[in-house]
Structures are given as C-alpha cells and as structure tokens.
C-alpha cells in the first residue's frame, strides 16, 4: 500500500504549478519522513495448509501488493492470507493451501511477473489480488494500471481460477500525510479504484471496493487498525479487511448467492460461480 507512500515526487508533477508545486514538494518530503520503513520489506511467511486436519486442501493464492502480502501484521496468521484461509477453512470445512506471490512495494505492472513465477501447472482454485496503492503514489496512468490488472485477471482464469480482486484503499485514511496531499491521494486512489471494480466485472472477476467497506474504520480508528507505520494494516486491520473480502471469496466459489454492498460480481456472461467461462 503505502510503504513508499505518497513518496510524492508523482503528486508533485501533477499539482498546481507556482507556490501549490512547492508546498507539494515539502508535505511529500515530511511524508517520507514520517513513512520510513519501520517494518521493513518482509512480510511473516503464512504459506501451509492452514486447518490440515479438515481434508481435501482448497488452493489459494494471493497475489499484489504489501497489503497482499501482509505487512503489518506480526503473526503469520494475521496476515490477509492467514486471515482469509482460516476463514475460508473454517467456512468451508476444507483444508485450505496458501500461496502467496505478492511482493511489497509491487504495482500492477509486477501481476504478470508474479504469476510467471508460479510453479509449472500450479492451478489454484481461487486468487485474491490487492494491488493499487503504489501505482497511485508513482503516478502510474490509471489506463496503464487496468490493463496490466485485466491482463493477471485473464492469466489466472486461464489456470482454471475463480478471481477476486480488492481494489486501491482510499489513501485519504493515511493521516500522518499533511493535507492538501492527502486529499489528492485519496481522489487519485478512488478514481483507480472505480476503474479497477469496473475492469474487474467485465474480465470475469469478482471486485471488492476496500474504501467503501473497510475504509470507514481505517478512517475513525486509525490506532487499531493500523501498524506501527501508521500505514500498513495491523492485525485488527487484516482481520476486518479479511471479513469483508470472504463473502465475494465465498459467492466465486458458489457458496453465497448474494453478496453485501461494495461487492461486485461478475458482469453475465463473463464469470459464475462455477468454472471460469
């Protein structure tokens, strides 16, 4: 998400010239201050079969950004995939084999990197992809993003996987960035993510908007739900971004016929809950 954040020099370009350029300038500069890496650019290794013991192990594989990859959290079973596949687990009563081929600091571009990386014949039977932030601070053109998104949307269904995509957060929740930076970021990160969700259904692929259904707490309890970065998820905040994402993880699998608000299914005719079309 935002471990480079708003490491601004992209803002900046695209701001208001004259005095709006230098103020710009300095917030960017105080924001990668106060960013730093303080968590580094590992996340805890979750990948096993979580719940072993309940058989039959479902193939998930996470694929994006830090948030994908679970920065922030302590614990492998905080993670997002910890927290999804126990979830998913204990839902399904199936064992549940993690991958994750997310990498920190990864924008869209890196999808189709990380799933060449993929084992020969490696068939998972639902990916999750979280990506976006970092396009959003290094100014990646929102065409460039979605495409390189519908690109991994269409690798992934070719291996014969359901897709779920949870779209660019709403980097408006990042409060140590000063404002007017931080509104710019939050209006870039919505556009991305409207064209995300939009990009998403039409390629067969399930679509969560982050800012609409985990946003608002990020937003009024930032001390919960945030690291020790102030920018990354804690555990708390991995566990509530994991709720809300298992329902469209639930409906690609075939067990949920509906799904809550700020879940988007597939557009007919291009995905269903059973095998990719």
Request: proline share 8%; with cysteine; glycine share 12%.
């Amino acid at each position: 998400m935002a471990g480079t954040a708003l490491a601004g020099a992209g803002f900046v370009a695209g701001a208001a010239a004259g005095g709006a350029r230098v103020l710009l300038t300095r917030q960017a500069s105080i924001a990668r201050r106060a960013i730093g890496k303080p968590l580094g650019e590992r996340a805890p290794d979750a990948d096993r079969v979580w719940k072993g013991s309940y058989g039959d192990p479902l193939d998930l594989l996470l694929l994006g950004d830090s948030i994908a990859a679970g920065l922030g959290a302590e614990r492998p079973k905080d993670t997002l995939g910890g927290r999804l596949a126990r979830g998913l687990a204990k839902e399904l009563g199936r064992a549940v084999r993690l991958r994750t081929a997310a990498v920190v600091g990864a924008e869209s571009s890196a999808l189709a990197g990380q799933i060449d990386g993929l084992p020969h014949g490696y068939a998972p039977e639902l990916a999750v992809i979280v990506v976006g932030g970092n396009d959003v601070t290094h100014r990646v053109p929102v065409p460039t993003s979605v495409r390189h998104l519908e690109e991994a949307i269409g690798l992934l269904r070719e291996r014969g996987a359901h897709v779920v995509v949870g779209t660019c957060p709403d980097l408006g929740a990042l409060r140590p960035v000063p404002q007017p930076l931080r509104t710019l970021g939050s209006r870039a990160s919505r556009q991305l993510a409207a064209a995300q969700a939009a990009t998403s259904v039409r390629s067969g692929a399930h679509a969560i908007s982050l800012a609409h259904v985990v946003g608002p707490f990020f937003i009024s309890n930032p001390e919960e739900m945030f690291s020790t970065d102030r920018f990354h998820p804690s555990a708390t905040g991995y566990k509530r971004t994991a709720k809300a994402l298992l329902p469209s993880l639930l409906t690609a699998l075939g067990e949920n016929d509906a799904v809550p608000f700020g879940h988007h299914p597939p557009a007919p005719g291009e995905g269903s809950a059973g095998a990719p079309s």
